[in-house]
C-alpha cells in the first residue's frame, strides 16, 4: 500500500502551518469570486496565479485548487439565495434552491448544497486516490498516436455532451485551436499565422483570453441587466444546519448516482455543468416525489450540488496524470503547472510524488475548510453580494487589467484581454459554448504535435490512430462520445417505436 | 435590422448571429490564407507548419457555414437585445478602452484611480465621498499587495517616478 504512505506524507505537507494558512486564504477568496458576477472560478484562478510565481510550486498549487473549491462552493450561495447562478454549474441549483429560499427554508437549502458539495467532491478525490496510480502507469505506455486520441476524445465529449449545438461547438473549439497555431511553430521552428504582427510572435496566451472571455465578458453581460442589484438575507445557524444533516441520509441513493455521474463526466472533460443538469434531470425522473421537482424539493438542490463538486473535483484526474484538463479552470490550473516547470502527464507520479501527493491531501483538507468556513460565513459572504454592482463592476474590470498584465508584464496584454471580453460578450450572446475555445488554445500546441508526432511515424496514414487495441479504444470512445447526442437520439426512437408496435 | 420604433427596439438575434457567423467564416479563410502561407506541405520533419492550421480552417469555415444555414432557418423575432442595453455595454466598453489605451502613459495606478472614479460617479451616482474613498483606496491596496508584498511589478507613470516609487 504505498499509496497510503504517499498519502499521508502528502498530509504532512499539506498540514504545514503556512500551507495551512495558504488554503484557507484561497477557499476565501475563491468564494468571494465564486459570489460576485463576472468573476468565475477559471477566471479567477487566471488572475491570482502571478500571485504565485514568488511560493513553492506545491503552496502555490494547493491555493489555487482551493481557490477552485472556494469557486465551487459560492456559486451556490448566490443560486440559493439570489437566483443568480455565480457560476455555470450551479444553474440548476437555482430550479428547486431559489424556490427553497423563498419559502423561507435558505438555510435548509444551504446546507444541503454545502454538504452535497462536500459529499460529491470527497467522493470524488477518494476515486482519484485509488485511481491515479492506475491511470500513470497506463498512461507510461502512450505513444504520441496515444496521447493524440486522447485529446480526441476530450474535444468528442465537448462535442457530444454540450447543450450548445454541436457544430457551434466545434467552430468554437476550431477557433481556439487556430488561436493556439498563431506565433512560432515548435516543430519547424518557423512562423505562422502572425501576418507580420512581431506581438504575435509568441501566440495567444490562454491566461489573457480566459480573463477577457470570462471576466470581461461576463461582466458585459451583466451590464446589460442594468445596475439594479437584488438584495436578501440569509440566516443559518447551527440548529438549522444539524436538522438538516439528519435528514440528508435519507436521500443517500441520490448522492451516490450524482457522484458517479459526476466523476464520469469530470474524466471525460464534460465538466461540472452538463454533469449538474444531468444529475438533476434523472434525479427528477427517478425520484418518488420527481412532480414537485422546481417547487422547492431539497432532493432538486442535493442532486445537482454533488454532481457539481464531483465532476469540479474528478477534472483534475485526467489533468495530473494525463496533462488533459477536464474543466477550463483545471486548465487554468494546468497552465500554472507548466509555468512552475512542473511537465503534468504519468511522469509527474515519479518524479514529483511530494507535490502530486501533497495536492490530493489538500483537496481532502481543502474541502472540509471550505465547508466550515461556507458554513460559518454565509451571512458576511451574502453581504458582499448587497455591494452595489456599480463598485463592483470597476473593481474587478481593474483586477482582471492587473491579472492580464502581470502574466508578462506587457500592456499589450491587457489590450488583447479587452478584444477578447468583446468577442466573449458576442459568443456568448450568440450561443457559442466558451470552454471548448479555452480548452483548445490551452491544448491546442499538444495536440498539435501529438497529432504531427504519430503521422511522422505512420508516414502520413491516419491509420496509426487505429493501430493497436489501446489507441483504437480510445478513438472509438471519443467517436461515440461525438455522435452520443445522435446515437442516444436514434435510441429514444427506437425505443417509442418498439412501445407503439 | 428590426425597424420597430417601439421602446424595446434592438438589433434581431438573427441578423446578429449571421453577422457573428460570418465573421467567424471569414476567420477561418484567414486561418487558411495564412497557413498555405507557411506551407502546408511536407518537408524534412515531416507535416509543414501550416498543415494542421490549414485543417483548422477547412473546419472553421465548414462549420460556419452549417451554422450560418441553421441560424438562417430560425424564426425571425427574437431581440439579441434592447438599444438601450448595448448602450449600457458601450459605456462600460468605451471608458474601459480608454482606461487600457492610457495605461501605458499614465501607469497602471492613475489610470484605475481615474475610472473607477468615473465608473462610480457616472454611472452609479454616488457621492465624492464614496467616490475618493473607493477610487484611492483600490490602487493603494493593489499596491501594498502586488509590489509590497508579492513582488509583482505593475505599470508605472510619470506621477510614479516623480514620488520615487
Redesign the interface.
Known sequence: MEEILNLFQGFAIALQPFNIMVMILGIVLGVVIGVLPGLGGANGVAILL??T??MPPTSAIIMLSCIYWGALFGGAITSILFNIPGEPWSVATTFDGYPMAQQGKAGEALTAAFTSSFVGAFFAVVMITLVAPLVATLALRFGPAEKFAVYFLAFCSFVGLSKE?P??T??AM??G??LA?VGL?S??G????T?GFTELLNGFDFLIAVIGLFG?GE??LT?????AFRGGKAKINLSVVLQTWKELPRYWVTSLRSCVIGCWMGITPAGATPASFMSYGIAKRVSPKGANFGKGEIEGVIAPETAAHAAGTAALLPMLSLGVPGSPTAAVLLGGLLIWGLQPGPLLFVEQKEFVWGLIASMYLGNLVGLIVVLTCVPVFAAILRI?F??I???I??LC??GA??VH?S?FD??M??VF??IG???K????PLAPLVLAIVLGDKA?EA???S??GSQ?SLGIFFSNGLVSTIMILGLIALFWSVIQEGYTRLRTRAATA | MTTNSSSNAGPSHKAVEAGVTTVIGLFGVLVIFGSLKAGIKWGAEGPGAGFFPFYIGLFIVGSSLINLWTGLREDEGNLFAEWGQLRQVLSVVIPTTIYVGAMPFIGLYVASFVFIAWFMRWLGKYNWLTVALVSLGMPFVTYILFERWFLVPLPKGPLENLLGL
Open positions: 502571478p500571485l510565481f514568488s449545438p457544430f457551434k466545434i467552430a476550431m477557433i485551436f487556430a497555431a511553430d516543430v519547424t518557423s512562423l505562422r499565422l501576418f470581461i461582466i458585459l451590464m446589460e441587466e442594468g445596475l452595489p456599480s463598485i463592476a470597476p473593481l474590470l481593474v487589467a492587473i498584465y502581470s508584464n500592456t491587457v489590450a484581454m479587452l471580453g468583446v460578450y458576442g459568443l450572446k450568440t450561443g457559442y498539435e497529432f504531427r508526432q503521422l511522422l502520413g
